[in-house]
């Protein structure tokens, strides 16, 4: 258990789906991120959550939706993606203190997305 | 956001002594280096935390020189178990006005009988 968990683990979808990916943290911390990681390439940072407020996002097109209810919950919606869509989507939280004190992401296991 | 450089593969055998060195030439003021371990498919877990000189802890060393512009990551008695992507990053708080963290293509750490 490593205190962020993710569902699905695996999702298959076609390109007219829309689906939602959902990823939990129970280690009480203030920050949440989405990654991207396809095959032989670098992690690729999607989206950044501070306080529930998203204060980031890295070019990513409107088919990838990110939703922030709280500072527990992440949700990525998907909708009219495509085949190069699919990869290991990440999601890590961390305690953002302020003041540049030393900080490390916790991740969860990731959802294995295959778009047909 | 702060680029790293590290080597793209090593080899190594079991119970050798493994070190990874990591190049973060505009690293800032309020950065941390942190080094990451990754298996397939799943997400990375944190190995170390340091802001300076040295850092130890039970799987891993990180050695920083005082310009801080490169850190090297040592694993004591390395088992095939290690075997996995290792990444260094370099950041801070996201309002603590250093790096965001940003991952690299990390090492892949090949360990051998």
């Known amino acids: 258990e490593t205190g962020v968990t993710q569902t699905p683990r695996h999702l298959v979808m076609g390109m007219t789906n829309k689906k939602s990916l959902k990823c939990e943290q129970h280690l009480g911390h203030n920050a949440m991120y989405w990654y991207k990681q396809s095959a032989k390439k670098p992690l690729e940072l999607m989206f950044v959550?501070?306080?529930?407020?998203?204060?980031e996002n890295n070019s990513v097109p409107s088919r990838f939706s990110p939703e922030c209810p709280n500072s527990s919950h992440l949700f990525l919606h998907l909708h009219t993606l495509q085949p190069e869509d699919s990869a290991l989507y990440l999601c890590?939280?961390?305690?953002?203190?302020?003041?540049?004190?030393?900080?490390?992401?916790?991740f969860g296991s990731g959802t294995r997305l295959t778009v047909v | 956001l702060a680029k790293t450089t590290q080597p793209i593969s090593m080899d190594s055998y079991e119970g050798q002594e493994v070190n990874i060195t990591c190049s973060h030439n505009n690293i800032a003021t309020n950065d941390y280096i942190t080094w990451y371990q990754q298996f397939p498919s799943q997400g990375p877990r944190f190995i170390i935390q340091g802001y300076k000189t040295k850092v130890t802890n039970e799987v891993a060393s990180l050695f920083i020189p005082a310009d801080r512009k490169s850190s090297t990551l040592s694993l004591p008695r390395v088992s095939l178990s290690d075997t996995a992507v290792y990444y260094c990053?370099?950041?801070?708080?996201?309002?603590?006005?250093?790096?965001?963290?940003?991952f690299g293509t990390g090492t892949q750490l090949k360990v051998e009988l």
């Open positions: 890590a939280s961390s305690q953002d203190r302020g003041g540049g004190a030393g900080y490390g992401y916790t």
């Open positions: 990053l370099v950041g801070g708080d996201l309002t603590g006005g250093g790096n965001k963290l940003t």
């Open positions: 959550y501070s306080l529930e407020e998203r204060v």
